[in-house]
């Protein structure tokens, strides 16, 4: 192979789950089998690195200031879902189960890693918090030590004061399994099997 087709495959490479022979079958396939679709590949990437961006209130993927959730005035703003990530809250969309607002981190607690509060989208949080916005704070992060050390921070440094309330989903969710690799039936499960979170 050429030293340009080894350098996008090497790129394709490091997408999640895309291994050797799966970025190599995409690449190929967009040189040899279907060039034709590569031009409108990349131009579709370069429009949406130039649109996308995080919303200004949660942080998920937004093409203006709000996203269409945090938008839409039919959702209960006052019932909001912390996630890890946005892939995790496209699957609990996914399931139906929920009507409310949701807050992406961007990751979890980590000391082992370096992540700390001040890497996370706690801030944000911390605004719609104070400006009254939450009336429940419902914690839908992995159920793992750094899940565990997240909640416990959120709970203790955001959700103590006032008339907050704090719910933990944990109900149908395995043990250090997350919200994304969850189906439609259990996510519901946890979202209506939710605990007091202290």
Do not use: W
Not at 3 to 18: D, V
Not at 87 to 101: H, K, Q, Y
Not at 135 to 158: F, K, R, S, W
């Amino acid at each position: 192979m050429t030293p340009a087709f080894e350098k996008l495959q090497q790129h394709l490479k490091q997408l999640p789950g895309l291994g050797y022979r799966s970025s190599e079958r995409i690449a190929l396939h967009l040189l040899v089998e279907k060039p034709a679709r590569l031009a409108s590949l990349v131009s579709a990437l370069e429009a949406a690195a130039a649109a996308v961006r995080r919303c200004d209130r949660c942080g998920n993927l937004a093409e203006g200031p709000l996203c269409g959730i945090c938008a839409d005035e039919r959702r209960d703003r006052g019932l909001v879902c912390v996630v890890e990530h946005v892939p995790d809250l496209v699957a609990i969309e996914r399931s139906g189960a929920f009507r409310g607002t949701y807050h992406v981190l961007h990751g979890k607690l980590s000391p082992i890693h370096g992540v700390g509060p001040g890497d996370l989208n706690v801030a944000a949080l911390r605004g719609r918090i104070e400006a009254g916005e939450v009336g429940e704070l419902i914690l839908a992060l992995p159920n793992d030590v750094e899940g565990e050390a997240t909640c416990h921070y959120l709970t203790e440094h955001l959700a103590g004061a006032g008339e907050l309330k704090t719910t933990r989903i944990g109900f149908g969710l395995p043990s250090g399994g997350g919200v994304l690799y969850a189906d439609s039936v259990t996510l519901k499960s946890a979202l209506e099997g939710r605990r007091g979170y202290h």
